[in-house]
């Protein structure tokens, strides 16, 4: 697993020698293994700096963060304990305690001057996110799953590893650790595809994990020269309102969502880029009116008013 873990910081180029990382550990196996990793590359000479973050939204919540300091400080990393407030419920509960954590997360980093925020995703969480957005339809280039790293500075130094490789590191070494409850409620669709869906695809390809995680990282590199491209479209542009399309129809669609956002300010829906893409005229937000022409799209801002895709939306 070490020799995994080294070749993924080297060819995702994660992390330089003597950098300082802020480690995320629940309690759980996957933080326990990072921690433990992390610290045995001497040859990095890494800064580490353990946390760990109690969201309150179940008994016991803090016997994990506790959980965690024990780990960091039989390791002998400086720990550090934080607590979020979250609301919500269902899906949205989960994805608020997510924005939550990061939140906490970057903000000590931002005080400890930490270079990356370390995390325990591995290859079959890779995989299961790649499976549960192909089921939702997404594009191509929104198959590019989980990021080894992150805009602000998030890693995933585990993303090329097993997941019961790094439960047998657990064990080997006797790493402290507890298992979330919420692993095993099949209310949350990854439980579900974790424990259903993925074991019996494995039946069918016992390399199934691999194949969605490497399908990951083809997306992402596709994903990488679209950007490119439309980025070249966008700069090419004489004024801002007006965006020439050229190339294949990927980039000239990613070239539309970024040049929507832009002269908006707001994300583009999918209901704007595929009327855009027919050739119809759009309502976007903030009054801005879209109107395709030849090779072009012009943008105007008229106020509020019913466009076809609107309505089609509504």
């Known amino acids: 697993m070490l020799a995994r873990v080294r070749r993924t910081l080297r060819e995702r180029e994660l992390l330089r020698p003597g950098a300082r990382v802020l480690v995320a550990v629940s309690g759980g196996p996957d933080s326990a293994a990072l921690l433990d990793v992390l610290r045995r590359l001497d040859e990095l000479a890494l800064d580490l700096r353990a946390a760990s973050v109690d969201h309150g939204l179940r008994p016991g919540s803090a016997d994990d963060v506790a959980t965690a300091r ?3 400080e039989r390791l002998g990393v400086e720990f550090h304990a934080l607590a979020v ?11 608020h305690a997510r924005e939550a954590r990061y939140a906490a997360l970057r903000g000590l980093a931002a005080e400890l001057r930490a270079d990356a925020i370390a995390v325990g995703h591995t290859l079959d969480d890779q995989a299961e996110t790649v499976l549960s957005r192909m089921l939702r339809g997404a594009s191509l280039t929104g198959l590019a799953g989980i990021e080894p790293r992150r805009a602000d500075g998030v890693i995933r130094p585990l993303l090329d590893c097993r997941r019961e490789a790094v439960r047998a590191h657990v064990a080997r070494f006797g790493l402290p650790h507890v298992t979330d409850p919420s692993n095993h409620d099949d209310r949350f669709e990854r439980v579900r595809l974790r424990e259903v869906v993925i074991p019996t695809l494995l039946e069918e390809d016992p390399a199934v994990v691999e194949h969605l995680a490497g399908l990951a990282d083809e997306a992402r590199s596709i994903r990488a020269w679209v950007d490119l491209e439309a980025g070249r479209l966008l700069e090419a542009r004489e004024r801002p309102e007006v965006l020439r399309l050229a190339g294949p129809e990927p ?23 595929v009327a855009l893409g027919r050739g119809d005229e759009t309502l976007l ?7 395709p022409s030849g090779d072009r799209i012009v943008a105007a801002r008229e106020g509020d008013r019913p466009t076809r895709s609107r309505a089609a939306e509504e």
């Open 70 to 72: 024990a780990l960091a």
């Open 85 to 95: 407030e979250v609301k919500g419920e269902g899906a949205s509960l989960q994805a």
């Open 251 to 273: 980039v000239r669609t990613r070239a539309i969502g970024r040049w929507i956002e832009e002269i908006t300010g707001a994300r583009a829906k999918r209901a704007h880029l």
């Open 285 to 291: 937000a903030g009054g801005w009116v879209a109107r």
